[in-house]
């Protein structure tokens, strides 16, 4: 396609979908027909661009939203009611409320925003809309998962947040775990990594997965951060579950195992005095390490789906029978 043509369609489509003029109208300023309007129209769909979504509402449960908050404390709590559409479309759900979840927060105030990785910060990415917020930095507080995910893994979801937002975003070039202590203290020393593990004391707001440590569902081993035999020994050490890298058992107790001293990311006690922690996750595989983490203080903010949130809400009733 020519710079002529392509500028053509972008002119037409410009004049139908954003000045909202007619084809008639539209005709009159280019000299084309209707017919050819019409034609231009559809080909800039078919070219890309021009692209059509659907917001179709999506219903909460506010009473569910109301126990969760009142069971643990939580500051913001977005429950999506849960239809007969599979998990990968609740997922898809959850990631567009929370995109709406983060455009008011930002619109709010927050300038200052961490991200980790995982499927449901990238599904919250992709829901944003374009916005000019140019004054939001975005950091990634946790190391990469590394090349076998690179569409969910931090760097990348850092710069999808900013190209949303408008603002700058900052990336750690290391890997979320490393072989020995000694080698995360040197990379924690390293001048670019340290400022951003500096600005990570002082988040708005962290954007956190909430990760399982069941073998067949982790993230960890998905990205090939730890092997099954590795996932095996720490559930056996009664752990849950993960945010950045921060693991904790179902008692919401943080465990200090060799491991934690393995991982380039935000420090626990950092996340926890930040203001605002989104935990988004949904599903049957997540829901003992969401009561975990909302156990821990990890996640102050919640989003997730009906049933995964009535299991919660029944485990935490029956702990305390």
Known sequence: MDDEHLGLLTQVADYYYEHNLKQDEIAKRTGYS???VSRLLAEAREKGIVE??????LRRCPDIEDALKQAFNL????VISRDTSGYHQMLRNLGKMSARLVEELVG???KKIGVAWGTALWEMTSALRKANYTDTRIFQVIGAAGALDPEID???LARLLSEALGGQYFTIPAPLIVESPATRDALLHDPGIAHIMKEAASLDLALVGIGSMDPETSSWLRSG???RDQLIALTEMGTIGDVCGIIFDQKGNLQDLPIRKRVVGISATDLLNTPLKLGIAGGEMKTLPILGACRAGLVN???TDELSAL?????FREDKK
């Open 34 to 36: 209707r017919s050819m």
């Open 52 to 57: 059509v979504h659907i917001n179709y509402p």
């Open 75 to 78: 500051k913001i709590v977005r």
């Open 108 to 110: 709010d105030g927050v």
């Open 154 to 156: 931090g760097p990348n």
């Open 225 to 227: 951060s730890l092997s």
């Open 301 to 303: 903010c919640l989003v």
């Open 311 to 315: 299991f919660v809400l029944d485990r």
